[in-house]
Every structure is written in structure tokens, then in C-alpha cells.
């Protein structure tokens, strides 16, 4: 019976493990040593403005907050009335925080939507502050800064940019 034995491995030596020699190219800048390049290696890719990532940062405090004090007030209370009450007065803040995870996809619309809704939420924060109702001040200054953070050309140039299409699909 011949020999099946198989060659040793590595079969072409400790050179076949050098930078630049895998899959027969050069890594492209960026790439990981051991992969094929990509199509998309070196693409600049964009990054989220620092205005839009600080309105995406009060939304979701500000809805984590809202969580807090609602569970806050209903494991302390015991009354579910009133937990109910106070959830409602952060209601915009809730819906803020839940369109604040699609700033990095949105478009144009998605900023006015935030931009409105926020602008909405500081006004019911003067009515909810003049009663004497939660939330109140903490509600009026989210609201101002997110439609400060929203309203600058950068922020509009993030929702407006082009997208890259990958197979078809937007990423």
C-alpha cells in the first residue's frame, strides 16, 4: 500500500504567515492581517457629528431617568394611579429616547420629528413646572438643548448625507 501520509503543515513554511502574503495581495490600510480585501476596505466612512450625538445622549438620559423615577414612584407609593401620572408627564421624553436609537440611519424627517417633539415636550414642561407636576424644569432644558443640538447645518448635513448602497439595502 503507498504512503497517504500528508506533507507537514505548514506546507510552504513560516513565510507563508508574513504580512501582505495572504490569499496572494496586499492588505489593504485597515484590513485584518488574514482576510481577503474588501471592496469597502479604506472607505472613509462618516461620523456621527458631536451636536447630534450629544441630543442622541440627553434623549436616551433622559428616557432612562423617566424609567427610574417611574419605578421609583411605584415601588415607593405602591399606587399605580400615580406612577401612571408621572410616566405620562415623560411621555415625549420616552419617544424621544426610542428615535434617538435611529440617529445613526434616520433621515432629514427623523430630525425634524426630534426636533418638533422636543420643542412639544419644553412646551408641556412649562405647563407641567406652572402646576407643579413632575417632570417639570428637567424637561424644559432637555427639550431646548436637543432643538439647539438638532437645528445647526451640521446636524442637518448628517440626515441629508448620501448613503452607500451595499447589495441594494441601505446600511
Known amino acids: 500500500m503507498p504512503d497517504q501520509s500528508y ?14 502574503t495572504h490569499f496572494g495581495s496586499e492588505p489593504s490600510p485597515g484590513a485584518h492581517p488574514g482576510y481577503p480585501p ?12 458631536s451636536t447630534v450625538r450629544a441630543a442622541q445622549i440627553i434623549a436616551w438620559s433622559l428616557g432612562a431617568l423617566g ?3 417611574v419605578g421609583a414612584v411605584a415601588a415607593l407609593s405602591g399606587d399605580a394611579e400615580r406612577a401612571g401620572a408621572v410616566g405620562f408627564g415623560f ?8 428615535l434617538a436609537f435611529s440617529f445613526d440611519k434616520g433621515d432629514n424627517g427623523l ?12 412646551l408641556c414642561g412649562l405647563g407641567a413646572t406652572a402646576t407643579g407636576q413632575a417632570p417639570g424644569l ?9 432643538v439647539c443640538l438638532l437645528a445647526p447645518r451640521t446636524a442637518r448635513d448628517w440626515f ?3 448613503r452607500l448602497q451595499l447589495g441594494g439595502r441601505q446600511p
Open 7 to 20: 506533507p507537514p503543515y505548514p506546507a510552504s513554511g513560516p513565510e507563508q504567515y508574513r504580512e501582505g
Open 38 to 49: 474588501s471592496a469597502l476596505d479604506g472607505y472613509d466612512w462618516p461620523r456621527m457629528p
Open 67 to 69: 424609567v427610574a423615577i
Open 91 to 98: 411621555g415625549l421624553p420616552f419617544v424621544l429616547a426610542g
Open 111 to 122: 430630525r425634524i420629528t426630534a426636533i418638533v417633539l422636543a420643542a412639544l415636550q419644553g
Open 138 to 146: 428637567l424637561v424644559i432644558i432637555a427639550g431646548i438643548a436637543i
Open 160 to 162: 441629508t448625507r448620501p
